[in-house]
């Protein structure tokens, strides 16, 4: 037969998540403190609170997958901060491209030419001038320091005699040396006569092209020649010619007007504002937010950005154009232009950094911020102004940060979370084994986070259909703080509530539960006059909360 055995036994059971904020608990009260928490007329059972954690914002921050949004600032204040992936223009170097050229120099005798020149007789002449080259397409080039590449001189001549010739490019220097060579050719008795080619690699050398300081894009020579009669006529046909060719160029720096000669791409940009991540409903008004657009230009050319279409979209699908007078920074509605500053001729390998900050003062940063903004999207386009004495270097390049920060200032109207917890630590139900009585939740709060909470416990099943609830007043379940003129909670509260529930109606939760809900509506609260206050939240502002589960019941014992 079956034997009952009569006295009465509680069982404790952790409960190692509960807490709107979502956040886990797990540490136990020490049995010594048992005496600060009173259970409400629970006869015939004994218990232990199982939960004494105190959590404060800054263990809040801790706790997340991704606190790097989340500032301390030097008072304790914190400070939403999303950052957009930096954006990186290509460097100058993929931008502007060196091109391939091939030119000559074609040299006839001074007038007036000889019909002759005797055997072994010598003429001398210096020849100078210049030769335009177009080594960057839409670049006026005044010079450039080649970190590599080659150039090819090569010498003919087609006179009938022997010539000695150097040719000097004055102002292709490296070392500060200039570039000279000297070609020999003797005459065979052919036609013309060609020198062995000279090859240079231009690496370290400086090329001038403004051919005095007169020009762009020129190059000056000078060819000093001595010819060796050999007898033969002259003619006034008969030619010394030069060819030069560049190849494979890259530049370590350039000089010019360089503005036209390229682009640079279209940045889509999108900055996630992930606060409103789990909002259910509600608004959140931020006093103080601000954007920032900063940008690191070391091309040496006048630079703006072009922006289109900068907006924030709100977790309810709404777009709001953002209109501003910043330094350095104009738009309407969300189009419109940044000044870019650049660092100057003298300036070359640095870089200048501009900084435009938009606010209150000087856009419509909070109607476009409020309430529950999701994410800031923008279109910009760099572009390159013009300008005297532009230059880059191979790395010169365009950085563009967007951050949008929003301190934790302003009001909260109704603002509501949600999220799940599992049920595995509560009380087990009723079985062949143990019939239970009642369960009583005790719940202690001590808070001093400065707002007002509604909150409630719902147990759902594996589709999300509410079974039952928690809590029997949720607006008392945590009670808010004394709050200053300022919005700083300056007196915590405490508030303990008892929850008893019969154990016919946990074991009707329990046999279809599958997790329990957490619902909390947050708001600030009221001034005497009934305006809304706005808030501040500190690292040191913290919700203690303890629980206990009583579970009582009778045990069912088989004596065989």
């Given at each position: 037969m079956i034997f009952k055995y009569v006295p009465s036994k509680a069982f404790i059971?952790?409960?190692?998540?509960?807490?709107?904020?979502?956040?886990?608990?797990?540490?136990?009260?020490?049995?010594?403190?048992?005496?600060?928490?009173?259970?409400?007329?629970?006869?015939?059972?004994?218990?232990?609170?199982?939960?004494?954690?105190?959590?404060?914002?800054?263990?809040?921050?801790?706790?997340?997958?991704?606190?790097?949004?989340?500032?301390?600032?030097?008072?304790?204040?914190?400070?939403?901060?999303?950052?957009?992936?930096?954006?990186?223009?290509?460097?100058?170097?993929?931008?502007?491209?060196?091109?391939?050229?091939?030119?000559?120099?074609?040299?006839?005798?001074?007038?007036?030419?000889?019909?002759?020149?005797?055997?072994?007789?010598?003429?001398?002449?210096?020849?100078?001038?210049?030769?335009?080259?177009?080594?960057?397409?839409?670049?006026?080039?005044?010079?450039?320091?080649?970190?590599?590449?080659?150039?090819?001189?090569?010498?003919?001549?087609?006179?009938?005699?022997?010539?000695?010739?150097t040719i000097s490019i004055p102002n292709l220097k490296k070392n500060n040396l200039p570039y000279q060579h000297t070609f020999t050719t003797s005459f065979n008795g052919g036609s013309s006569t060609i020198a062995p080619p000279n090859n240079i690699?231009?690496?370290?050398?400086?090329?001038?092209?403004?051919?005095?300081?007169?020009?762009?894009?020129?190059?000056?020579?000078?060819?000093?020649?001595?010819?060796?009669?050999?007898?033969?006529?002259?003619?006034?046909?008969?030619?010394?010619?030069?060819?030069?060719?560049?190849?494979?160029?890259?530049?370590k720096n350039m000089i010019g007007n360089l503005a036209s000669s390229a682009s640079l791409e279209t940045y889509v940009g999108n900055t996630g504002i992930r606060i409103f991540d789990n909002t259910i409903e509600g608004n959140v008004f931020f006093e103080r937010a601000t954007v920032t657009i900063k940008s690191e230009n070391s091309f040496g050319i006048p630079m703006r950005i072009n922006i289109a279409d900068m907006k924030v979209r709100t977790t309810d699908n709404r777009s709001i154009l953002l209109t501003t007078t910043a330094q350095n920074l104009v738009l309407s509605n969300g189009n419109g232009v940044a000044t870019i500053s650049s660092p100057s001729i003298s300036e070359i390998g640095t870089s200048k950094i501009t900084t435009s900050v938009i606010d209150a003062s000087n856009s419509n940063i909070k109607t476009v911020i409020n309430p529950a903004p999701n994410e800031l999207d923008y279109l910009f386009t760099p572009q390159f102004t013009g300008g005297s004495d532009q230059f880059v270097t191979d790395q010169s390049k365009l950085e563009v940060t967007v951050r949008v920060d929003i301190p934790i200032f302003g009001i909260l109207e109704k603002y509501t979370l949600g999220d799940t917890l599992g049920i595995d630590k509560f009380p087990k139900r009723s079985d062949d084994n143990f019939v239970l009585d009642s369960v009583q939740f005790v719940f202690k709060t001590t808070n001093s986070l400065p707002v007002d909470t509604y909150t409630q416990l719902y147990f759902v099943d594996a589709q999300n259909k509410i079974i039952d609830s928690l809590l029997t007043n949720p607006n008392e379940f945590i009670k808010r703080p004394v709050i200053n003129s300022a919005g700083k909670a300056i007196q915590a509260t405490e508030q303990t509530t008892y929850v008893r529930m019969a154990g016919s109606r946990y074991d009707k939760i329990m046999g279809s539960a599958d997790k329990l809900y957490i619902f909390s509506r947050i708001l600030t609260s009221k001034d005497d006059k009934g305006v809304q206050q706005n808030i501040q939240l500190f690292s040191y502002n913290k919700l203690r909360i303890e629980i206990c589960a009583f579970a009582s019941g009778k045990a069912i014992i088989d004596p065989k």
């Open positions: 059971y952790c409960l190692e998540t509960l807490l709107f904020t979502s956040v886990l608990l797990s540490s136990c009260i020490k049995k010594e403190k048992f005496d600060t928490i009173e259970v409400d007329d629970l006869k015939q059972g004994w218990g232990l609170p199982i939960i004494d954690s105190e959590l404060s914002l800054k263990d809040i921050v801790g706790a997340l997958e991704d606190p790097e949004g989340i500032i301390e600032n030097k008072d304790s204040s914190y400070t939403f901060s999303y950052q957009d992936s930096l954006f990186v223009s290509k460097t100058a170097e993929e931008l502007f491209k060196l091109k391939d050229e091939n030119t000559s120099i074609s040299l006839v005798l001074p007038s007036p030419v000889p019909p002759s020149i005797p055997a072994g007789q010598e003429v001398n002449n210096t020849i100078t001038g210049s030769i335009p080259v177009n080594l960057a397409d839409g670049a006026q080039l005044k010079s450039i320091l080649f970190k590599s590449g080659q150039m090819t001189s090569v010498f003919s001549s087609s006179l009938r005699h022997s010539v000695v010739v690699d231009l690496n370290g050398y400086n090329l001038d092209l403004t051919n005095g300081g007169i020009t762009t894009n020129t190059i000056g020579y000078t060819v000093s020649f001595k010819i060796t009669g050999s007898g033969q006529s002259v003619s006034s046909t008969d030619k010394l010619d030069f060819k030069l060719s560049f190849a494979n160029l890259k530049f």
